[in-house]
């Protein structure tokens, strides 16, 4: 009796270049129901300033973030993204995320026990050490984000986003996790998705390498506490309407000069709360 010749193997895992993407050596593994940097062509390389985004939506990432310059720099590997879905640490069969309210009310609430596994899966083999790896809840009644919470952000290792829905959360995660509530405005989306998607693109673009050109983070909004000053190109003239002379006279120290009184002067009439905060601080600066 002659043997049966064996199949060749369809195991993806034993083509060279799934061989390639399993190799260790640079790529830094972490806990996941689904090890997706694994099998994507963007992995996450170690060291790399990495965000993770725990959701019920994960399709929605990257999103923007996959365009453009932020996108241009995930796919070199300057940072790494990681959703994680919250829906497969749900309950029972249907794996129930929320529950109602305790004592009452409209809405549901994310269950403290799902968020609590999603968020130590999250947190496995990261720093536990808030001020090095912060975990963000986006939230109405949180912190508003500015320019200075986007920098202390990028000059963390990495963070963690809680992306809510329905009522809210149970605030015993927030308790337990040392969360760290944070706000777009006065208003209210039906997710914090969108919300995670702006705080990262804000943070993501101060990185190293991602703009490829530092200055042009010192001199934008916000950077010296001022709003920006109006921004011109060609044509010279549009319809009847001109560029500003100094801004074609080629004398730097006199075009400097006009930005910094335009900023001051936008942002004492657009935003008075910046130019007060700017005050104190230069009143604060000259008395010492």
């Known amino acids: 009796m002659t043997s049966k010749p064996r199949a060749p193997s369809t195991d993806a895992s034993a083509s060279p270049k ?7 050596g640079k790529i830094a593994v972490s806990a ?20 993770k985004v725990i959701t019920l939506f994960p399709g929605a990432f990257p999103g923007v973030l996959g365009e453009s310059l932020t ?25 129930n995320v929320d529950d109602t309210p305790a004592g009452g009310g409209a809405g549901m609430v994310l269950r403290a026990d799902v968020l609590g ?18 975990i963000l809840y986006m939230s109405p009644r949180g912190k508003p984000l500015d320019q200075a919470m986007a920098h202390r952000f990028a000059a963390c290792d990495g963070l963690t986003i809680l992306c809510g829905r329905f009522e809210g959360v149970d605030e015993r995660v927030l308790e337990e996790y040392e969360v760290e509530e944070v706000s777009l405005g006065d208003f209210v989306l039906t997710g914090g998705e969108i919300a995670a998607q702006a705080v990262l693109d804000a943070t993501v ?4 390498g991602v703009l490829g050109n530092e200055a042009s983070t010192e001199e934008e909004s916000f950077s010296a506490g001022l709003l920006e000053h109006p921004q011109y190109t060609r044509p010279a003239e549009w319809r009847g309407r ?21 900023s ?3 942002t004492r009439e657009r935003r008075p709360d910046l130019w007060e905060s700017l005050r104190r601080k230069r009143d604060k600066d000259g008395a010492e």
């Open 18 to 24: 799934s061989r390639a993407m399993k190799s260790h």
């Open 32 to 51: 996941s129901l689904k090890p997706r940097e694994l099998m994507t062509d963007t992995p996450r390389y170690a060291g790399v300033w990495t965000a």
């Open 71 to 95: 996108g241009r720099a995930l796919n070199e590997g300057l940072w790494a993204l990681e959703p994680i879905d919250l829906r497969p640490f749900g309950e029972g069969k249907h794996r």
């Open 117 to 134: 596994n999603a968020i130590d899966t999250a947190q496995s083999g990261v720093s536990s050490d808030r001020a090095k790896w912060p």
């Open 205 to 208: 673009r101060l990185l190293p």
């Open 242 to 262: 001109t560029i500003p002379e100094v801004l074609t006279s080629g004398h730097h120290g006199k075009i400097a000069a006009w930005r910094r009184e335009a």
């Open 264 to 266: 001051e002067q936008l």
